[in-house]
């Protein structure tokens, strides 16, 4: 997992090449392809790592693998930044996916009920974030959705119809220690026993940028 902030030049070339060294290899290993499940399309659609044409023509150490299994990648970026999560190419060789998702905790949209809160969550969710002190409302709405976002990125299919139709239900009690209790800040989800939804603050290398808030979900196969 990686964020690079807003800069001049290539940001997912940058993110790519981070992956890459991370990995062995050398910048320019890896480029981006994308596949659109529901219509074919090569012009959007969730991300499929693949290995360059240099990369290809390498050969001596520095030659890679075409038959090795290339890590599951997602994007997302809000105000300039860019947030880029992986797993490695076992994982998602055995069906594995991941989705991220940033936002911008601060946007009109999560204000208050009336904007995307009135349209984006179920009955459930909506009902959850009200039970919160109202200060702490437009944070748990935003978590929400971005646990969403990341939700259908892992999917592969992105919201194809009412977000409220995405549900996602809140996370059974965390540990005693009340520094780790987030009520209506963190949710799993129902159906997916298996799956990993990860806030930001739990991300490797800690919370979001500042003004920011994001989330990871890791599905395993089959859900």
């Known amino acids: 997992m990686v964020v690079t902030g807003p800069r001049a030049g290539d940001q997912r070339r940058e993110a790519l090449d981070y992956l890459a060294v991370s990995l062995g290899h050398r910048p320019g290993t890896f480029e981006v392809d994308h596949h659109c499940p529901a219509c074919g399309s090569a012009e959007h ?14 050969h001596g150490p520095d030659a890679v693998d075409p038959a090795r299994a290339l890590p599951a990648v997602s994007f997302s970026r809000s105000r300039g930044w860019l947030a880029t999560a992986w797993l490695d190419g076992a994982s998602a060789a055995d069906g594995w996916r991941i989705g991220v998702d940033i936002e911008e905790l601060g946007s009109s949209a ?21 039970r919160l002190p109202s200060a702490d409302q437009p944070l748990a709405r935003a978590r ?6 990341a939700l259908v990125k892992a999917w592969g299919t992105g919201f194809r119809g009412d977000p409220a139709e995405v549900r996602l239900v809140p996370a059974d009690e965390g540990p005693d220690d009340p520094e780790h209790e987030e009520p209506g800040l963190t949710w799993r989800v129902p159906g997916a026993p298996g799956a990993v939804v990860s ?6 290398g800690g919370a979001a940028p500042e003004g920011l808030i994001g989330a990871v979900v890791v599905l395993p196969p089959s859900s």
């Open 144 to 149: 929400l959705w971005s646990v969403k976002e």
């Open 110 to 130: 999560f204000a208050t009920a009336d904007d995307l809160g009135a349209v984006g969550y179920s009955v459930t969710e909506a009902s959850t974030i009200a």
């Open 45 to 58: 659609g969730a991300p499929v790592l693949r290995y360059s044409r240099l990369a290809r023509r390498r």
């Open 199 to 204: 806030p930001d603050p739990q991300w490797p």
